[in-house]
């Protein structure tokens, strides 16, 4: 009856949105066999696709082109960039902030997500932990050859040393330090050991055996025993809890950097959640930019459904109004606050030189997304793909704003400046998009990019609810 | 055992002369210096032979681990007096420039000068010097300097050769001038005080009595002797005082840096700035371009250089109209100065001028620049004298060579001598002709069509390359000579080194010219005093001026009479027209930084930025706001071309507010093509367009060229929109806070009131005390010129480097102490105010809570420091401070030293490598080196002790140090003035350097 006809309209499409039963997360006539084949056949075959070769050989040209920029940086010096005084920082931190909040959504997604019991994640938790650990990799670049003596970059941990000398815990610089690591280190943790019942999968499925000797090294031995599930069940639920607090607190910490120095522009109590905000915004718009091209290519379309995508561009829409409001009452505050400085910034901001980059950010990460309030917009690929760049470049440009705006005209007038990238700068940051789809394109060749182990389980509730 | 026989192979090392010898007793001491082994290796057992000689093996190419380079240590066998190796020792010298010179103490350290200080001895100096006297020291060590002599045939670099090559050479054309009287010999000359080399031209004059001695100055002050010889009839030196001066009329005249005794007016001029009992001097400046005198002035009336006598003249019709009675002997120009009050230019503020001086009768100045024309010089003189102002504020004193042709004429003879083809043999010592003279004489071509050049220069410059002989020539720290400062205080040219290459010092050569034989400077300059100090106790009278560095005595000041029928050439003042339209004055001028184009090579001064426009590494066409517009020139580096009948030249302009409308300025002495690696195509030559009918000043048509030049500026980079320039107004008050003498007066802690600070909370819970030393610093803005010397100072006291012109224009300039400059009020007629800004050494310092690493932390004396070699350069500090005192080394900035030019640094302070910040440390090497001797001692330290670079250096006396914790101190007397404040307090800073309010003067209580 009834249900059979739904079970039907189930195998084509999963947007509608029927209060008395639950969309289902997986299309198309899937078991567990099914998922299996279509997600190992990617890591299986013998040959990847040519478009993959194509997209390799270019993203490792342009990592080799970021290594001949990061040698000539580091044997040279930071004067190959463009900064002076008073913009110390460009580039450099706007890329850093940039990429680590890229490595937001991957955490929330699995870690907040799983927690709130929101299955739907289960489809792009993989790929978005892993392109959180790539971004994150990236972002980790480029503090360490900002400064001028790379060499020397190791002073900023708390090793121990014949001077005895500790790093200074009161700089928000240090903080970072010990943020990123910490967040980088438990979403590897996470990644890792989210994905180790596939990688046995892989191993238990392969023909080689180089292969399965290293799937095997790497799943641990796991026999998919009830105490293995069990087991794997509880560290996982324990690691979520541990992550967290990390997706908020890593760019809270961030935040920091600008928040808690003087400068006008920087020294703001809404950075922290401003940017936790703008952070998982552009990580959901990486999400996006990586999904929409992948489901379509790898045939994952019914993994990775329509109703994945209309939900992240809610989570956009939302993350982008909060970004909204926070443009907006840095305005007022500065105007309430009474102080002409940070008046001045933020009239600057919008009206001065750097002007073209704010109205850039307000248009791509304020505007764009206003898009999906239409349905409609929210289910083409086309246009979610178009605003999720959007979005990543306003993302970028919101960076640079706070970074170099706030620094251009500081306090004294005497001071003033005008920043201007210099090739090596464009090239670097060109070069990070290259590092990172590297890595990505190595993850989706040799890993499982979906999370098999956690499809199957929302596929059998799927099949348990739908009887 | 090595064999100790030295003829047995390997290097000839010996350790005494008796090992040298192969003494008998000393072969038995090495036997007894090894006893324990000694019998292993007379007579060893097999085992213990085979145990030694693996051991021999292993251990042998240790030995071969490194060559020990022969080193010579050789003891004084008499140590000077007083020296103690590797302390910083000072020696007393002159430095002579355009024939006026400053005393100087010069720091040395193991023979190598390493500073430049003003002697306080020396009137002309006051233990101050001009920022160019600190880069003398830079071109001393330039590596770009002409290294040896060399023979020209034609073009090209020319044969090495030595001075007896060319003593054979010149020996025989010595003598035939000899023989003939000298009657083809001319001597192209710079100005020189040196009564040394006087003795010298003198001798010359008796054995080559037809021979020429040919003074040239491009920078010629002669207009103002001029003036004198018009209105007494014979050349005499017009000295000031400005601390005998409430009114100071300053018509085109920088008193303060364009002026032979700037030093001293400038010390003078500011100790009547502080309003502390209620009085202070005024300054009207009229003038086109603006000065640093402009800037400091009550009062500054733009006005074109051409109307500046008219200017004068109409004060004088005003003066006289009020019933001011000329003096006797200037009768006659009561009917001159009629005739300016029928000229079209006229300006109210002219008729308050003549109103103030005349209520300052007898207390007040009239100076006029060197650029006026002598009539305007002697009329000034002449209004002195009727004010009363001679004999008190302005005095005069013989010139010391009254019978000396003009400059320009001189020059102009000599031209003309070279085309008749009356001259055989050319000497010409010092200066750089061949670029500076005036255009239309030609003189390059002149001096390359006499075969017998011979040329004695610091540089293988331009005029170098025309000569037949280079010969080096001594830099002032490298030879002996002597000097006169402009009022007349004679002191001894005290050499600090060997000459790096071999030079030979002017003063030498033109006593070999004189005599065939090479007498050394040393003995030349002895003879001289012989007969200048009494004979009786000559070597302890020598021995004070070589020690002290001056002969105290100044030049006797007289009362001249005035000379009687120059009302015409007045009256011909004011002819003068006004320019319009298209057609603008163009006036030459003096760098602030090459001077004549003499420090074209100096890295220090070339990037030294302008006080005015802040440029650096270039000169421009200074053009008033107004006339940019007309013109089309928007952005600054906008191309103009400039078109005189004599030709054109394209240079970028610069907009500088102030500029009088329809007058464009240009500085000289840059777009040298032969000045050394730094100065080589850095800025435009603009001698080509001057003339000897126009040394200063030309007729040219402007128009825009497209096009536009790089100008690397410190300060306004870029166009500053509307916007920006809006709230630089707004904050610029907030930061130079300006109050006149009457607000002063009415409440003195005006400044204070400005802005709201905040409640000053503990900084810490564990609050820091400071029960040593506390150092602070205040710098009082009053005082100040603006004349960048505290930034030249410091970059020689603390190893800055030059980073050059593209990293200039970036933004990354080093200068550890800069001089803000912000205008104030009409863009066509803006005040300007200054502000040295560096390293407040804040209590509560946003740098060192963001270092990660801890590398900028406060010491115990209240010191922010900075760790260079814990710095890894996260450019944190440098974002967070509210400054933007914190200088980064973006790249190696030493990479292209030679051994020459490291022997600048200062070997008490770090030379920095990349990557790692810096900043002012208030000169800690100072502080200590004054703090550990009186730790030794078991005193303390009394105020003064203590002087950094940039307060020592200051002519205005405007930076003061010293320890807030001594009561007693300057620094805390100043502190606690009403007029103190600090800069961005109300951001909890707590800066230690604060800064005195700035005081002006005006007319009416009122600018």
């Known amino acids: ?467 | 055992m090595p064999p100790l026989d030295p003829k047995s192979g390997g290097r000839a090392l010996w350790r005494s002369l008796d090992d040298l010898a192969g003494d008998k007793a000393f072969q038995d001491a090495v036997g007894r210096e090894f006893p324990l082994y000694a019998d292993e290796m007379l007579a060893p057992s097999r085992r213990e032979f085979l145990m030694l000689m693996g051991a021999s093996v292993a251990l042998a190419g240790m030995t071969a681990c490194r060559r020990w380079p022969v080193e010579n240590i050789v003891p004084f066998s008499h140590r000077p007096e007083g020296y103690v190796p590797g302390e910083r020792l000072q020696f007393a010298t002159s430095y002579d420039r355009n024939g006026a010179a400053i005393g100087l103490l010069v720091s040395s350290f193991d023979g190598r000068p390493i500073k430049i200080e003003g002697n306080p001895l020396h009137p002309m100096s006051l233990g101050a010097t001009d920022p160019i006297a600190q880069g003398t020291l830079l071109q001393m060590y330039d590596p770009d300097r002409s290294t040896g002599l060399f023979e020209r045939a034609g073009q090209g670099e020319g044969t090495p050769r030595t001075w007896d090559e060319f003593a054979v050479w010149a020996e025989p054309i010595l003598a035939r001038h000899k023989a003939s009287g000298g009657a083809g010999l001319r001597i192209l000359a710079e100005p020189s005080s040196s009564p040394t080399l006087l003795a010298q031209k003198k001798r010359l004059e008796s054995v080559y009595p037809q021979a020429v001695w040919v003074e040239w100055d491009p920078l010629t002050r002669d207009a103002e002797r001029e003036g004198a010889r018009l209105a007494f009839g014979r050349p005499l030196r017009r000295h000031l005082d400005l601390g005998k001066a409430d009114v100071v009329l300053a018509l085109d005249a920088d008193l303060f840096m364009d002026d032979p005794a700037g030093l001293s007016h400038t010390r003078a001029w500011a100790r009547r700035r502080k309003g502390e009992d209620g009085v202070m001097n005024r300054v009207w400046a009229v003038e086109a371009g603006y000065s640093l005198t402009g800037a400091s002035a009550d009062h500054r009336i733009p006005v074109q250089s051409a109307l500046v006598p008219v200017a004068l003249g109409r004060i004088a019709a005003r003066m006289l109209r009020s019933g001011l009675t000329l003096s006797a002997g200037c009768e006659g120009l009561r009917e001159a100065i009629e005739r300016f009050e029928s000229h079209a230019f006229d300006d109210p503020r002219l008729d308050t001028i003549a109103a103030d001086l005349l209520a300052a009768r007898g207390r007040g100045a009239i100076a006029v620049g060197p650029r006026q024309p002598a009539a305007a010089h002697a009329l000034a003189m002449a209004l002195d004298a009727a004010l009363g102002n001679s004999g008190n504020a302005v005095t005069y004193a013989d010139d010391p060579e009254p019978a000396r042709p003009g400059h320009l004429e001189a020059i102009a003879k000599l031209a003309s001598d070279l085309s008749a083809g009356l001259v055989e043999t050319l000497v010409i010592l010092g200066g750089n002709p061949a670029f500076d003279a005036p255009a239309d004489l030609d003189l390059a071509k002149r001096i390359g069509s006499v075969s017998q050049t011979i040329r004695v220069g610091l540089y293988d410059d331009e005029t170098s390359s025309l000569c037949r002989w280079q010969l080096p020539e001594a830099h002032y720290l490298e030879a002996w000579g002597d000097a006169r400062g402009w009022d007349g205080t004679a002191g001894v040219v005290q050499p600090l080194i060997e000459p790096l290459y071999g030079g030979r010092s002017a003063i030498e050569i033109a006593a070999y010219l004189a005599a065939g034989a090479w007498t050394p400077g040393y003995e030349l300059v002895r003879t001289t005093w012989s007969t200048r100090l009494p004979a009786a106790g000559f070597e302890k009278a020598w021995r004070r001026v070589v020690h002290d560095g001056i002969e105290a005595g100044a030049a006797p000041a007289l009362t001249p009479v005035f000379a009687a029928g120059w009302g015409g050439e007045v009256a011909r003042l004011a002819e003068a027209r006004q320019l319009g339209g298209d057609a603008m004055e163009l006036l030459f001028a003096k760098s602030s930084a090459v001077h004549d184009g003499r420090f074209a090579n100096c890295g220090w001064l070339v990037e030294l930025p302008d006080p005015m426009t802040k440029l650096t590494w270039d000169n421009a066409a200074l053009l008033s706001p107004s006339d940019a517009e007309a013109l089309g020139v928007k952005a600054i580096g906008d191309l103009v071309t400039m078109s005189l009948p004599g030709g054109s030249l394209v240079l970028p302009a610069f907009i500088l507010p102030g500029q009088a409308k329809g007058s464009v300025t240009v500085n000289l002495g840059w777009g040298r093509s032969r000045a050394g690696r730094v100065g080589n195509g850095a800025g435009v030559d603009a001698y080509p367009l001057r003339t000897a009918a126009s040394l200063w000043r030309a007729e040219a048509k402007l128009a825009r060229t497209p096009g536009s030049a790089m100008l690397a500026t410190t300060q306004d980079h870029w166009v500053v929109d509307t916007l920006g320039r809006k709230e630089e107004q707004v904050r610029a008050e907030e930061l130079i806070r300006t109050g006149t003498l009457a607000e002063y007066r009415a409440k003195p802690e005006f400044a204070r009131e400005m802005v709201e600070v905040p409640h000053a909370a503990p900084i810490s819970t564990y609050p820091i005390e400071y029960n040593g030393h506390k150092w602070g610093m205040a710098i009082d803005l009053s005082s100040c010129i603006g004349c960048a010397a505290c930034s030249i100072a410091c970059q020689a006291e603390n190893n800055i480097p030059v980073v050059g012109r593209k990293e200039t224009w970036r933004g990354r300039d080093m200068q550890w102490i800069r001089v803000d400059r912000y205008f104030e009020g009409d863009p066509e007629s803006p005040g300007l105010a200054f502000q040295p800004m560096t390293c407040h050494q804040c209590e509560n310092a946003p740098c060192e809570q963001v270092c990660p690493v801890a590398a900028t932390v406060h010491d115990h004396e209240g010191l922010n420091v900075m760790v260079y070699n814990r710095c890894v350069g996260t450019r944190y500090c440098s974002n967070n401070c509210p400054y933007k005192v914190r200088r980064f080394n973006y790249f190696n900035n030493h990479k292209h030293e030679t051994a020459v030019s490291m022997m600048v640094y200062n070997p008490e302070v770090t030379v920095r490598m990349r990557g790692v910040m810096e900043k002012c440390s208030y000169c800690v090497q100072r502080i200590n080196a004054v703090k550990i001797p009186a730790k030794n001692a078991g005193r303390p330290i009394s105020d003064g002790e203590v002087v950094p670079a940039c307060a020592q250096v200051c002519p205005a006396e405007a930076i003061a140090f010293g320890d807030l914790n001594d009561p007693h101190s300057r620094v805390r007397a100043l502190h606690d003035d009403a007029r103190c404040y600090g800069v961005l307090e109300e951001i909890n800073t707590r800066p230690r350097t604060r800064y005195l309010a700035r005081l002006r003067n005006p007319a009416e209580g009122k600018a």
Not at chain 1, 88 to 116: C, E, R
Not at chain 1, 176 to 193: E, G, K, N
Not at chain 1, 377 to 382: E, I, K, L, S
Request: net charge positive.
């Open chain 1, 1 to 467: 009856m009834g249900v059979a006809a739904i079970d039907r309209r189930d195998v084509r499409d999963n947007l509608g949105d029927d209060p008395g039963r639950r969309a289902p997360l997986v299309l198309g006539k899937h078991d567990n066999a099914t998922i299996t084949d279509k997600v190992c056949r990617i890591v299986e075959m013998p040959k990847p696709p040519k478009a993959w070769y194509v997209a390799f050989g270019i993203a490792l040209t342009v990592t080799g082109v970021l290594g001949a920029m990061l040698a000539y940086l580091i044997s040279t010096g930071v004067g190959v960039w463009g900064l002076n005084k008073p913009i110390a920082w460009g580039f450099d931190i706007t890329n850093f902030v940039f990429w680590v909040g890229i490595g937001h959504a991957g955490t929330l997604i699995s870690a907040i997500l799983y927690l709130f019991r929101q299955n739907w994640r289960t489809g792009i938790n993989r790929f978005a932990e892993a392109m959180t650990i790539f971004a994150v990799i990236c972002a980790g670049m480029f503090p360490g050859i900002h400064t001028g003596r790379a060499w020397l970059d190791y002073w900023l941990f708390p090793l121990p040393n014949q001077m005895a000398m500790w790093p200074n815990f009161r700089s928000p610089l240090l903080w970072d330090v010990f943020a990123v690591s910490t967040y980088m280190t438990v979403s590897i943790c996470f990644w890792y050991m989210g994905m180790i019942p596939d990688l046995a999968t892989i191993r238990d499925r392969t023909t080689s055996k180089l292969k399965g000797a290293i799937y095997g090294i790497f799943a641990l031995g796991w026999r998919g025993s009830n105490r293995h599930w069990h087991r794997y069940e509880r560290a996982y639920l324990l690691l979520a809890a541990i992550a967290t607090p990390l997706v908020l607190s890593v760019h809270s910490v961030v935040s920091f950097d600008f928040a808690t120095s003087m400068m006008p522009g920087w020294h703001a109590t809404i950075f922290p959640p401003y940017f936790v905000a703008g952070a998982i915004f552009g990580g959901f718009a990486m999400v996006l930019v990586l999904a929409v091209p992948c489901r379509q290519w790898f045939g994952l379309k019914d993994l990775i459904t329509p109703r994945h995508l209309e939900n992240m561009c809610k989570i956009l829409l939302a993350t982008g109004m909060m970004v909204g409001y926070a443009y907006a009452i840095e305005f007022f505050i500065s105007w309430y606050s009474g102080n002409p400085a940070e008046g001045f910034v933020f009239i600057n901001r919008a009206f001065g030189p750097y002007a073209w980059a704010y109205w850039t950010m307000v248009f791509c990460n304020v505007a764009t997304p206003q898009v999906f309030w239409s349905r409609r917009a929210r289910q083409n690929p086309w246009i979610i793909f178009g605003v999720a760049i959007c979005v990543n470049v306003g993302m970028w440009f919101e960076r640079f704003v706070i970074i170099v705006t706030s620094l251009h005209r500081d306090f004294l007038p005497s001071s003033w400046n005008m920043y201007f990238p210099t090739w090596v700068e464009v090239t670097t940051l060109v070069g990070s998009f290259g590092l990172f789809f590297t890595l990505f394109l190595l993850f989706l060749r040799f890993l499982p990019m979906v999370a098999m182990a956690e499809v199957k389980a929302v596929l059998q509730k799927q099949h348990h609810e739908a009887r």
